[in-house]
Structure formats: C-alpha cells, structure tokens
T-cell receptor, first 110, second 115 residues
Framework: SQTIHQWPATLVQPVGSPLSLECTVE??????LYWYRQAAGRGLQLLFYSVGIGQISSEVPQNLSASRPQDRQFILSSKKLLLSDSGFYLC?????????FGPGTRLTVL | AQRVTQPEKLLSVFKGAPVELKCNYSYSGSPELFWYVQYSRQRLQLLLRHISRESIKGFTADLNKGETSFHLKKPFAQEEDSAMYYC?????????????????FGQGTILTVHP
C-alpha cells in the first residue's frame, strides 16, 4: 500500500535561518506531488506541485522553493525564513484525482 | 481564476440536529468538487466527491451548478463528526505532457457537535 511521510513533525526556527522539509512516498512510482500550507484563518494554499523529477511548478510567489531530486522525494526549502512562513505544511500525492496527505510539519518562525 | 468559498469558519450544532456546511465555487470550466475532512490528530482525508454521488458517514453533497454550490449535509449530526471540513475544487491541467489535478481549497469550517 502507499504511504506518505513527512519530517520533521514540528520545527521552531529563528527568522533568517534556512529551512528544509522532506516528504517521501512509498508504494507508488512517478506520483504527482504537492506542497500545501495551512495558515491560520487562510485555509489550505497550494504552494508547489511536481509531475516528475526536477519538474517543479510554483503556484504563488514567495520566500520558499521546492525540489524533487528523486521520484518519490519532494523537498520544501528556504534560504532565509520570515515570520510569515510560520504554518502547517502538508505534502500530498495524487491518485485518481484523490489527494492523499502526509501528517504535516508544524513550522514556527520566531 | 477559480475560487472556493466557505462562509462559515465555525459551526456548532447539537447532537441529532441537522447540519449543513456551505461551499460556493467560482470556475469557468466543468467543476469537480470534493469535501475533505480532518479529525483531531488525524490526517486530512477525502470524505466524498460529487462524481460518486454517494453518502459517506451519513453525509451527502449535491452539486448545484445554477447556484455554484456544493453544500455538505447530514440530517442527524453525531459527536464524532466534529472536525475541520474543507471544500475543494479540482482543476485538471497538463505539464510537459503529463496530466495532473490541482485542488483549490476553501478556508475550512470547524464543525463542533455538542452532546
């Protein structure tokens, strides 16, 4: 069966520090992968999606970037975090138009 | 651009009462709509999709293209229905010859069912 993992589960980082959040999928090949942010009062916002290795599309201009170095690995990064980057980050993959979500990472930028 | 609106951030009802979570959408194409749910300490997961026309956990949702709505309804709410509910609109697109779906979510509604 397919499984999606995210780590770390929680993270507290100072403003200006770098960020790397990892998402991996098991049990499937060539999945479409997605990064969402769940910010207070703003619902779920699609940040990036990827249809294959090295193929990244950004939905909104921001301080973050994404990479897909391997078929089942999707990484969310930042060189310098801002206070506004705080939120709950969800990774997801897609099958038959249903999205399956990871457990999420709670990021707090202080 | 597509948009999904859930006008209620919070909704409280008593056990056994009917519940309706509102969702309106804006999209120029043919809509595919979903309801996702996140129970406490669980992952966000699909509840139902309009294409299936099914009832899940007693919930139903009918797509009304005239009113551009996809409200979620349950005639008798249960305490275990307390959760965050998201309405979502699927947009199909192509990238490099590969088709994929992008979901646009509403802001979410926190449903609390009191005993």
């Amino acid at each position: 069966s397919q499984t999606i993992h995210q780590w770390p589960a929680t993270l507290v980082q100072p403003v200006g520090s770098p960020l790397s959040l990892e998402c991996t999928v098991e049990g499937t090949s060539n999945p479409n992968l997605y990064w969402y942010r769940q910010a207070a009062g703003r619902g779920l916002q699609l940040l990036f999606y990827s249809v294959g290795i090295g193929q990244i599309s950004s939905e909104v201009p921001q301080n973050l970037s994404a990479s897909r170095p391997q078929d089942r690995q999707f990484i969310l990064s930042s060189k310098k975090l801002l206070l506004s980057d705080s939120g709950f980050y969800l990774c997801a993959w897609n099958r038959d138009n249903e999205q399956f979500f990871g457990p999420g990472t709670r990021l707090t930028v202080l | 651009a597509q948009r999904v609106t859930q006008p209620e951030k919070l909704l409280s009802v008593f056990k056994g009462a009917p519940v309706e979570l509102k969702c309106n959408y804006s999209y120029s194409g043919s809509p595919e709509l979903f309801w996702y749910v996140q129970y406490s300490r669980q992952r966000l997961q699909l509840l139902l999709r309009h294409i299936s026309r099914e009832s899940i956990k007693g919930f139903t949702a009918d797509l009304n293209k005239g009113e551009t709505s996809f409200h979620l309804k349950k005639p008798f709410a249960q305490e275990e229905d307390s959760a965050m509910y998201y309405c979502a609109l699927l947009i199909r697109a192509n990238a490099g010859g590969t088709s994929y779906g992008k979901l646009t979510f509403g802001q979410g509604t926190i449903l609390t069912v009191h005993p």
